[in-house]
């Protein structure tokens, strides 16, 4: 007789991301469906990792990450946010942003526990809570600009409530918070015992002009909140797997705890190349919104003759596109077609979902890719 396995997360499959790079692997297509880059990071960041493995930064990191780089997301912060955090007590690194946000949910969240979520949403909020005991409350933005449905909010958030997760820029429509959305929310959640998270790890991905809208930059908000943001994302290297939060000092010490039993540290190496990259090149999350805005206006003018409809992307790396003039299939059945058919490996909006709109029809694409790759791509949509 062998034991048998019960399932914590039943209802958890392979996430979309992963099955829809693996089918445009198989079917040889143009995969602009992860997010990821497909180009390298900055050279001169490659070459401090080389330095730093030389220089025997090879064993275990602090648990709380490396304080030269701790510092520096501190003095980042304070630069950018005006706010002033301690990276002592204060910075934690990840093994990316989603080992934050799973830190953070767990570090706050217990059995009976309710969670709000607004949808669309990354997948990997719900799990999290599911593994906590916790209860999601769903609340949809609204279309068709994916804003904050302040009534529902309102509606969803009671004695219950431990936790709010936004994420702002939003994956995977671009929107972003205003700063009368954060004014709004601090007054929604004052007289609460309720902690935000703030998930921003698109935050230097914001275009047209437009400045991020950080929780860091609203001081009563940083004070109930844990903010993630993700290096993977700002440098182009998304398989480091190197990310962080910034929380009062004491939820950080409650995520630490769940923190260092699940990586302990992460990559000593990485840590200490990025450190000084953020010295040498503070320029470089100014310029990250012209460099991703111009790519962003690259794949809306390579599609501006195709039956898809859109509005550029505000935020993020993602542009979302309705494709209800080509096709009445749901989204998961006409990305299925467009991946077939067409050579694109797209995402459906509804993984994101768990009640999504059932006459929507939209799907996102990454632009985060070279020249090439977006112009074979949007070639093989346009005969769509």
Known sequence: MHPSVHSRLPGVGTTIFTVMSA?????????????????????????????????????????????????????????????????????????????????AIQALVHPGDEVVVLEPAYDSYDPVVALCGGVVRRVPLLRPHFSLDWEALSEALSS???????????????????????????????????????????????????PHQSVHSHPELAARSIVVSSFGKTYHATGWKIGYCVA????????????????????????????????????????????????????CQLLAGSRLRFLPAAATYFQLVDYGAISDLGDVAFASQVLTQAGVALIPTSAFCVDAPRDERLLRICFAKSDETLVSGAERLLRL
């Open 23 to 103: 089918a445009a692997a198989e079917h040889k297509a143009v995969n602009l469906g992860q997010g990821f880059p497909d180009f390298s990071p900055p050279a001169r960041l490659v070459d401090l990792v080389t330095e730093h493995l030389r220089a025997a930064h090879n064993q275990y990191a602090p648990m709380a990450g490396v304080l030269g780089l701790r510092e520096a997301i501190a003095a980042k912060v304070a630069r950018r946010y005006r706010r002033c955090v301690d990276p002592i007590d204060e910075v934690t690194v990840t093994a990316g942003g989603t080992e934050a946000l799973a830190c």
């Open 160 to 210: 219950k409530t431990r936790l709010l997760i936004v994420n702002t820029p939003h994956n995977p429509s671009g929107a972003c918070l205003a700063v009368e959305d954060l004014d709004r929310l601090a007054n929604l959640l004052r007289d609460t015992a309720i902690w935000l998270v703030s998930d921003e790890v698109y935050e230097h991905m914001v275009y047209d002009g437009r």
């Open 248 to 299: 009062p000092r004491v939820v950080t010490t409650e995520v630490r705890k769940i923190h260092q039993f699940l990586t302990f540290a992460v990559a000593t190496p990485l840590q200490h190349a990025i450190a000084d990259f953020m010295s040498e090149h503070p320029e470089w999350e100014t310029e990250l919104p012209i460099f991703y805005q111009a790519k962003r206006d690259r794949l």
